[in-house]
């Protein structure tokens, strides 16, 4: 698929504008509509998730060294998921909340994907990626499940932790996962970064800067029902 092209911008506009319904309805009912609404939306993705995997091993392309869930946009889709099921788990808004409006949404901006609008992988695509994006809209911006104090150390150190696992698994499949082996092939903001490895330590430079400016953001927008915290479990 040609980044930027008619179907892209077209999966981008359909992206933000369920991510803003979903958000706007949360505002305005609470739970009432945030809790159905998030479990209907986990198993949409969830289900696309599956549907995803079954094509490419229908179609004899599911390989090691490509779908292992070693991209940390497998890893928000598959917490997105888990937190729309269980929105009281704290630490599960705040990685799908950090996680999608960093990784995902550079993947529905830059995707690498080699398919056109309607191959199933492209629909697939965009329902794991953009629905990780709402999940985060719905359960921050529009429940006001504010990460807690200490989120950013917190999701950064997971992160770096997923991170040498991908690397682990790039090692011993010969897969590129989270791109650290190269860059990939259809473009993206790493081409800015500079040559391997630079553009993993600036990557990460990077990614701190991008997780403080989205904390400061749920800071400022997240409603508080009632005039009060959500309530989160520890976990």
Avoid at 14 to 26: I, T
Avoid at 51 to 70: C, D, F, I, K
Avoid at 128 to 153: K, Q, Y
Avoid at 210 to 229: D, H, M, Y
Wanted: contains cysteine; positive net charge.
């Amino acid at each position: 698929m040609e980044t930027w092209s008619a179907e892209h911008l077209a999966a981008l506009a359909a992206s933000a504008a369920g991510a803003a319904v979903l958000a706007g309805l949360a505002r305005r009912h609470g739970d009432a509509f945030a809790l159905p609404a998030g479990r209907v939306l986990a198993l949409a993705i969830l289900a696309a998730y599956a549907v995803e995997h079954l094509v490419y091993a229908s179609r004899g392309r599911w390989s090691v060294e490509l779908n292992l869930p070693l991209h940390l946009t497998d890893a928000v889709t598959l917490a997105a998921v888990a937190a729309l099921w269980r929105p009281q788990s704290a630490l599960l808004v705040e990685l799908v909340y950090f996680w999608a409006l960093g990784a995902s949404l550079q993947a529905v901006l830059t995707p690498d994907l080699g398919q056109d609008f309607p191959d199933v992988l492209f629909l697939t695509y965009f329902a794991t990626h953009s629905g990780a994006i709402a999940a985060a809209c719905l359960l921050v911006l529009g429940a006001g499940r504010t990460p807690r104090r200490g989120a950013v150390p917190r999701v950064y150190a997971i992160t770096l932790g997923f991170t040498a696992l991908a690397a682990l698994g790039s090692v011993l499949t010969g897969g590129n996962y989270m791109y650290l082996r190269h860059k990939p092939a259809h473009g993206s903001l790493l081409d800015v970064m500079g040559p391997w490895p630079v553009y993993i330590v600036v990557a990460a430079g990077v990614g701190l800067l991008f997780l403080v400016v989205l904390a400061a953001c749920a800071a400022l927008v997240a409603p508080r029902p009632g005039g009060r915290p959500v309530r989160h479990d520890a976990g």
